[in-house]
């Protein structure tokens, strides 16, 4: 049983796109994390969202943390190629747990 | 190191045989994470060290599969007796703390190859 569900799980859209991908649980986490990771490399990380609420932006990428702390979404605006890899999301728990999401392989077509 | 480091980067081995993975962490970082990875899929937790502690094994899939730390440095990941399905990236991350909302920082990971 997978506690962080991504979806989509691809996704494949033309440069200048916008899109959004979710990251859904039914458990509270304490902090959420978004990663991203290109072909041969280890992931890397975004941003850390702890609020329920919160939004934080990073260039053409837009993160949001639900009210309940339950979910999050990132919004890319103007999707460029370089954007291309797999995002993925990841939840810590008050009781010291982490999880990583299911993943969303991005493909930015130039 | 600036960053941290896995060895080998690509490994080809034969069902059976043993082989051993290398994490040397971010120099300061207490804490070091062991995952797994199949093509272009999440992250499967395998283990957990925080600095002198009993390290969290349970996302290990079988006693085939073992790690040490030494030092509170380096790392070394065995499988023994692989198997076909052991085939995957294994990737190694160090934090700062091992608190859940420690950003985790990752190596490139070892491409395990079992024919």
């Known amino acids: 049983t997978q506690l962080l569900e991504q979806s989509p799980q691809f996704l494949s859209i033309q440069e200048g796109e916008n899109l959004t991908v979710y990251c859904n649980s039914s458990s509270v986490f304490s902090s959420l994390q978004w990663y991203r990771q290109e072909p041969g490399e280890g992931p890397v990380l975004l941003v850390t969202v702890v609020t329920g609420g919160e939004v934080k932006k990073l260039k053409r990428l837009t993160f949001q943390f639900g009210d309940a702390r339950k979910d999050s979404s990132l919004h890319i605006t103007a999707a460029q190629p370089g954007d291309t890899g797999l995002y993925l999301c990841a939840g810590g728990t008050t009781g010291n747990q982490f999880y990583f999401g299911t993943g969303t392989s991005l493909t930015v077509i130039p | 190191g600036a960053g941290v480091s896995q060895s080998p980067s690509n490994k080809v081995t034969e069902k059976g045989k043993d082989v051993e993975l290398r994490c040397d962490p971010i120099?300061?970082?207490?804490?070091l994470y062991w995952y797994r990875q199949s093509l272009g899929q999440g992250l499967e937790f395998l283990i957990y060290f925080q600095g002198n502690s009993a390290p969290d094994k349970s996302g290990l899939p079988s006693d085939r599969f073992s790690a040490e730390r030494t030092g509170g440095s380096v790392s070394t990941l065995t499988i023994q007796r692989t198997q076909q399905e052991d085939s995957a990236v294994y990737l190694c991350?160090?934090?700062?703390?091992?608190?859940?909302?420690?950003?985790?920082?990752f190596g490139a990971g070892t491409r395990l190859s079992v024919l």
């Open positions: 120099s300061g970082h207490t804490a």
């Open positions: 991350a160090s934090s700062q703390l091992g608190s859940s909302g420690r950003a985790r920082y």
